[in-house]
């Protein structure tokens, strides 16, 4: 009996999808679970899994849009008659190694589920009650590399934070998925066959180069001697540095962000062999022009999980609230006068450095107390007012852009203040925040002049209602008491939803930050 394949239900809002892409052919042999088609809809993509093993017949084309609940395929034969024909079929697995993608042949080695150490499947774990799928960023070990029980084998990521994934058993690594891959929560990322014997045959069937090194470090103890860290592993692939050259100062051997950082690239003798046979090419201006093309080259890259999730909800806000900017501009030298002052005292007390960040956030704190409507937000027909400052920054992470939260920041200090904003942007740029970290802000600053930019209209970031926007300081001519004089003065933005608040709240709130900013003394006299 057949075995039909309907599009699941995705989501409330979504009555149909469509067909992206066939994984498998018509007539190919499926296995339970083994991803076959990826599907899209109006807010995500996804992967549909087999919902039993046997003979794959297709339905519909790629595409096609579907309804919910439609027929797109159906599998013939069940589970166990099917099992014993794809051993057959697999062997052409020795061709595949031109092919990434055909790493999920191996999954027919259910088969040694009769040996020693079985066959583990290993599925996206849930991260998240607001995160149903997540990309495969970079898988740390190869396919057919022998692993051990917690080594980290893959980085994940969602559209809100990246986590490693740590081997639940040891064996040998059969990816399920190529890099890049969407797999829904619980879909199937990989398998771990056998215990000591098998990952011996699956050494020679990689490259050599990353599988042969793998066991040495078991033999000698230690797997993570000479594996970088996701962010030591990114900073290597920029540089175009082989991580079996680095010496890793970790733990266990493991190459930190600090060893990436420090890695120099050793092959300089290619470039020099270059030069030297461009002597003997009697009319160089022929060459150049031969290198032209080269320059005008493109490339396409699938859009991160993060980088998806940005984009849409920019374009939410942007046509769900009714968004307004109003502007001023602040006399920073109070400011600057005062840091220069005392910040190598602060710095020698408290171990951070003073900036502009503390005197900002307890300035918004400030005007947030008296101006309600600016840390509200609006939940159907309800708005919700806060009477705490949980206090968002925006952070240029290498993967995009994140905003943590620092909670409470009407209650901290300059020091405190200072301190969060040091943590909180250290572990954004090495990709360590946690989903708890980046939710629950009442109010967003934004500071673009790190950039060099002057004036922007920030967008707000939902569903809070406001984000103050921060620009480079420049010298300007100002008239000051009947003089003019040169200061350095800073452009802010306050970007609001003129739903909840009026112009009123918004100039009146923007005027209060500037005071504030202005008269540093009122900050610490509460005035």
């Not at 159906?74 to 993608?101: K, L, N, R, T, W």
């Not at 191996?106 to 020693?116: E, G, K, Q």
């Not at 009697?282 to 150049?288: I, L």
């Not at 490339?299 to 993060?306: C, F, G, I, P, V």
Request: charged share 20%; with cysteine.
């Amino acid at each position: 009996m057949a075995l039909e394949v309907k599009i699941p239900t995705v989501g409330e809002s979504i009555t149909e999808v469509t067909i992206a892409k066939w994984l498998k052919k018509d007539g190919d042999t499926v296995q339970r679970d083994e991803l076959i088609a990826e599907l899209e809809s109006d807010k995500a993509t996804f992967e549909l899994p087999a919902e039993g093993a046997g003979v794959l017949r297709l339905r519909a084309a790629e595409g096609d849009t579907i309804g919910i609940g439609t027929v797109i395929a159906s599998i013939e034969g069940d589970g166990v008659g099917v099992a014993a024909p794809a051993a057959p079929v697999a062997a052409p697995a020795p061709a595949p190694a031109a092919s990434a993608p055909v790493s999920a042949a191996p999954a027919p080695a259910a088969a040694p589920v009769a040996a020693p150490g079985g066959t583990y499947e290993m599925k996206v774990p849930t991260v998240g009650e607001s995160i149903t799928e997540v990309t495969v960023a970079k898988w740390l070990k190869a396919d057919g590399a022998a692993i051990q029980r917690d080594e980290i084998i893959a980085e994940l990521e969602s559209d809100k934070a990246t986590f490693e994934l740590p081997a639940e058993a040891a064996g040998t690594l059969h990816h399920a998925v190529p890099e890049g891959t969407t797999v829904p929560i619980g879909g199937l990322l990989a398998r771990i066959t056998g215990g000591a014997a098998s990952p011996q045959p699956a050494a020679p069937k990689s490259d050599g180069g990353a599988a042969t090194t793998a066991p040495a470090p078991a033999a000698n103890g230690s797997y993570a001697m000479g594996t970088p860290s996701p962010a030591a592993g990114k900073i290597l692939d920029e540089k175009g540095i082989p991580a079996g050259t680095v010496a890793g100062t970790g733990r266990d051997g493991r190459i930190t962000k600090e060893d990436a950082l420090n890695a120099q690239p050793a092959p300089t003798a290619a470039p020099v062999a270059a030069p030297a046979s461009s002597p003997a090419v009697s009319n160089p201006q022929p060459a150049t022009s031969n290198e032209q093309p080269e320059t005008r080259s493109a490339r396409r890259e699938k859009m991160t999980s993060l980088r998806r999730t940005v984009a849409r909800r920019l374009v939410a806000v942007k046509n769900e609230t009714a968004m307004l900017t109003t502007f001023n501009e602040v006399d920073m030298q109070p400011i600057m006068d005062l840091r220069a002052k005392y910040k190598d005292k602060f710095k020698e007390k408290h171990g951070v450095g003073l900036g502009f960040m503390s005197f900002f956030t307890k300035a918004v704190c400030v005007a947030l107390k008296e101006f309600p409507a600016v840390n509200a937000q609006i939940d159907g027909q309800e708005i919700i007012y806060h009477d705490y400052c949980d206090v968002s920054i925006a952070v240029s992470a290498p993967k995009g852009l994140v905003v943590p939260v620092i909670r409470n920041a009407e209650t901290l200090s300059f020091e405190g203040i200072e301190k969060e904003v040091v943590r909180l942007a250290t572990r954004a740029r090495d990709s360590k925040l946690t989903i708890e970290e980046m939710q629950g802000g009442t109010f967003t600053i934004t500071n673009g002049g790190v950039f060099g930019s002057m004036l922007s209209t920030p967008i707000i970031n939902a569903p809070q209602s406001a984000i103050l926007g921060m620009h480079n300081i420049v010298e300007r001519p100002m008239a000051v008491n009947g003089q003019v004089v040169i200061r350095p003065i800073m452009y802010l933005a306050l970007s609001y939803d003129h739903r909840i608040i009026d112009g009123r709240e918004s100039v009146s709130f923007l005027v209060r930050v500037k005071q504030l900013l202005e008269e540093p003394a009122r900050l610490l006299l509460g005035v």
